[in-house]
């Protein structure tokens, strides 16, 4: 790991440890962005143990700062949730970039970090496709129960589905593997046979 890799992992790691809001994780009180980014990390490197500089570095600030932009911020309507995600995405991009930046990257690396943030060359880009598989994998892996705890059947069902759909095979395989409660398992086997 070369010197500005481990310097940009690093004020990632500090930004996102800003979240005022805490998840508990193996009886710890962590900010839940810096969780967030290191869960993510480590299914992007489970599934690509030799992914690209870029792609770990997408991963690790996938959702930085989010808690600067509250979803409460938006209509509570669909295209104000849409509206919302679309501004993230830039919001994520700006802020790697300007950290990439910070810490003495060039261009080239930060429009690849950037286009995976943004998803741009998504299904085309294997990379973009892994990040995505990640992302679906920390949602069933951490989320899903407790989303589901909140939600109707349905509507999950729904979201389980949407997921599926984004996920490569390889993916798909793993979740398959994951520890799922009882609902959670039937609400999956709903989603699959739906």
Not at 14 to 20: A, I, L, Q, T
Not at 70 to 97: I, Q, V
Not at 150 to 156: T, V
Request: hydrophobic share 40%.
């Amino acid at each position: 790991m070369n010197e500005k890799f481990a310097a940009a992992l690093r004020r990632f790691d500090e930004e996102n440890s800003r979240d005022p809001n805490h998840e508990t994780h193996d009886g710890l009180s962590q900010p839940r962005e810096l969780l967030y980014a290191l869960r993510l990390t480590n299914w992007v490197l489970r599934l690509a143990p030799e992914a690209s500089a870029a792609l770990r570095l997408a991963a690790r600030c996938q959702h930085i700062c989010r808690w600067e932009s509250p979803r409460e911020n938006y209509p509570m309507t669909r295209a104000g949730y849409l509206k919302w995600r679309a501004d993230l995405k830039k919001f994520h991009a700006e802020k790697s970039g300007a950290i990439l930046r910070e810490v003495g990257y060039d261009d080239d690396i930060i429009h690849q970090v950037q286009d995976l943030n943004l998803k741009k060359n998504l299904p085309a880009d294997s990379e973009a496709r892994t990040l995505e598989d990640a992302l679906c994998l920390v949602f069933l892996e951490f989320q899903f129960a407790r989303l589901a705890a909140k939600s109707d059947d349905g509507k999950m069902i729904n979201a389980l589905q949407k997921s599926w759909g984004k996920m490569t095979e390889a993916a798909r395989n793993e979740a398959l593997k994951l520890n799922y409660g009882e609902r959670e398992k039937a609400l999956l086997q709903q989603a699959l046979n739906g």
